[in-house]
């Protein structure tokens, strides 16, 4: 199953911080990221925000947040004890959606994201968003993670799981096999904890372990057969780790 990054991008675009130009930099594996000045859009449109908004977005990549012509929404702290706030928050969806009766599936790109803050949902919430952010936590509970049953029944991009304290090679390769036995497409790791894992991108160790494993998880090799011109598909680990090294390797050179 293909993964990708969705990132809280919650740090300032200034000269001397390389984080956006690093996030930019891995668009291939970066879907969204989050954009926070403030805890929230703040007070008062910079043009620092704009111009990596712009930028992110010539890129491929979905930026939520508010100010600055963004692709879409995150609605955090999510009320999902019970199903007593549905309509609240399909007013919501109808208002970032754009109409009344329109469907996720419909033609709108514009994304959005809830994080209930748990792992199990009441079902009725599930049409109103796009994404859930499913697990929020650190390294050591995310092994004891349990989806919900339904989660199977839904496509993979309904669902998104944020580990921090992720601080050594164990405890990463521990975080990155629990989630690839989870049905969910989206992931962000950081070494960094609270209360803030946010503030700034993980080490650079954390980063390229992250953004080899989704690349990983979409390289295949095809083999062209020139007479019958059938394609041969194949995913041998040793393969495909070596082409997620040159991939990723490409990749960092470009910021460095």
């Known amino acids: 199953m293909p993964r990708s990054v969705v990132a809280p991008s919650y740090f300032y675009p200034g000269a001397t911080d390389t984080s956006w130009a690093k996030v930019i930099q891995a668009a291939m594996y970066v879907s969204v990221v989050l954009l926070n000045p403030d805890s929230g859009p703040g007070a008062e449109r910079l043009q620092e925000y704009a111009t990596v908004v712009q930028q992110s977005q ?13 692709d879409g929404i995150f609605v955090d702290e ?10 609240f928050y399909q007013q919501i969806h109808d208002a970032v959606k754009g109409s009344a009766g329109q469907v996720l599936d419909s033609a709108s790109s514009i ?7 748990q792992p199990v949902v009441p079902e009725a919430y599930l049409p109103l968003a796009d994404t859930f952010l499913t697990f929020e936590g650190p390294a050591e509970s995310y092994q004891n993670f349990s989806a919900a049953d339904y989660t199977v029944n839904y496509p993979s991009s309904k669902f998104w799981h944020v580990v921090y304290r992720c601080s050594s090679n164990a405890t990463i390769d ?30 650079e160790k954390t980063w390229a372990q992250l953004l080899a494993y989704v690349a990983s998880t979409r390289l295949t090799t095809a083999s062209i057969a020139p007479e019958s011109g059938s394609s041969i598909l194949r995913s ?9 090294v040159l991939t990723l390797t490409a990749v960092l050179a470009g910021v460095a």
């Open 58 to 70: 010539a890129a491929g990549i979905k930026v939520l947040g508010g100010w600055y012509g963004v």
């Open 111 to 117: 994304q959005l994201i809830f994080n209930p803050g």
């Open 236 to 244: 041998d680990p040793a393969v495909l780790c070596v082409l997620a």
């Open 174 to 203: 521990a975080t990155l096999s629990q989630f690839n036995s989870q049905h969910a497409e989206y992931l962000y790791v950081t070494d960094l904890d609270q209360p803030n894992p946010y503030y700034s991108l993980p080490d």
């Open 78 to 87: 999510m009320y999902a004890v019970d199903t007593s706030k549905v309509q």
